[in-house]
């Protein structure tokens, strides 16, 4: 974000209205300001604050019935209808383990809330939009023709927070990381490579990885170039898009991580009408809808983790910043083992030669 005078609320409300159809994420950049404060400025006409209690949101959400659930990074934007359902409360990490809908929840990075109306037409779109401290969006939710109107607006009320002002304070860089990128900035210089392939060749569970990364302080590439490509190995950067393809003519199951460090959305199943548009790489499925920027693909690594039903293989990919844009598996269930096809399709995507460990 830039160091300009920040626009006032009455500014911005004009800078939408001129801008209509612009996105709010991009017309906030043009603007040096947060998607928040964007959101933030229209309070008392179309916006409502609410308080981010997101126990109280999951919980009640479920009445709402269907709606589109929003989950996006600078690079991923990742779309799934369905229903909040089999909700797991919690105040470091929440739940949604529904059959559409699957969502893994930090609740303290989520700062600031808003329900919104939009007048698109004849119609209103509603929707439930949070926002980090630094005012980036962690997650949304899209009301549907199908939604519970009533059940919705009462939650609103529910959550709705006595401060209604048009401005909110933003504090970059006061949260530490998590999601997917919550290791620690590290050295691999300390790092021992035999002691990190024995403690990896160990693993029985891939949610044992990060601890392993925090016990060797390293960060998730660090460790990837570090072990060895019995391990970890780079692909070319087309990898991605060769996956999507194949997966699809194979109707082959996969699962697909988007996250920020507030929230990371799973989808769980098939894939099938992948459109390709510009830098964009899309899915465009009945309840899935994803979009991946391929052009801020930096890196891609394959990469197998043990476990007790032998092993797991990942597809990553990282941009500029050293962050994860996204992640893939083959679809499984706790206690089974690793499709096969997947991992003969992760295994044999093109690589780029790189060093073998000691």
């Known amino acids: 974000m830039d160091q300009r005078v920040k626009p006032a609320p009455h500014e911005i409300r004009r800078a939408r209205a001129d801008n209509p159809k612009t996105r709010e994420r991009d017309l906030a950049a043009q603007l040096g300001i947060s998607e928040a404060e964007l959101v933030a400025a229209h309070c008392g006409d179309g916006v409502v604050r609410v308080e981010p209690r997101v126990n109280d949101l999951l919980t009640g959400l479920e009445a709402v019935g269907e709606v589109m659930a929003l989950t996006r990074n600078d690079s991923a934007v990742h779309e799934k209808i369905g229903v909040y359902e089999k909700v797991v409360s919690g105040n470091h990490n929440a739940m949604v383990l529904g059959e559409n809908i699957d969502l893994r929840i930090f609740p303290k990075i989520w700062a600031h809330g808003f329900a919104v109306e939009k007048r698109d037409g004849g119609d209103i779109r509603r929707s439930l939009q949070f926002f980090d401290a630094a005012g980036e969006a962690v997650h949304k939710v899209h009301l549907r023709p199908a939604s519970n109107l009533y059940a919705y607006q009462k939650l609103v009320a529910e959550l709705e927070s006595p401060n209604q002002e048009s401005t909110v304070a933003m504090s970059e860089g006061s949260i530490s990381e998590s999601g997917l990128e919550s290791e620690a900035e590290a050295s691999a210089a300390a790092a021992d490579v035999n002691d990190l392939r024995d403690r990896w060749s160990r693993l029985t569970d891939v949610h044992q990885f990060f601890g392993m990364l925090k016990t060797l302080k390293l960060d998730r590439r660090q460790a990837m170039r570090m072990v060895g490509q ?44 992948i459109k390709p548009m510009g830098p964009w790489i899309n899915v465009l499925d009945e309840t899935f809808h994803l979009h991946l920027r391929t052009d801020r693909i930096q890196e891609v690594w394959a990469v197998r983790k043990p476990t007790k039903d032998s092993h797991v293989t990942s597809l990553e990919a990282y941009g500029a910043d050293g962050k994860m844009i996204i992640q893939f598996f083959g679809k499984r269930h706790e206690g ?23």
């Open 230 to 273: 019995d391990y970890a190995w780079l692909l070319d950067n087309g990898a991605v898009s060769a996956m999507f393809h194949h997966a699809a003519e194979g109707e082959m199951p996969i699962m697909c991580f988007v996250g920020n460090r507030g929230c990371i959305q799973i989808h769980s199943g098939p894939i099938t009408s």
């Open 336 to 358: 089974e083992g690793e499709r096969e096809d997947w991992r003969f399709l992760a295994e044999n995507l093109p690589r780029i030669p790189g060093p073998t460990a000691a």
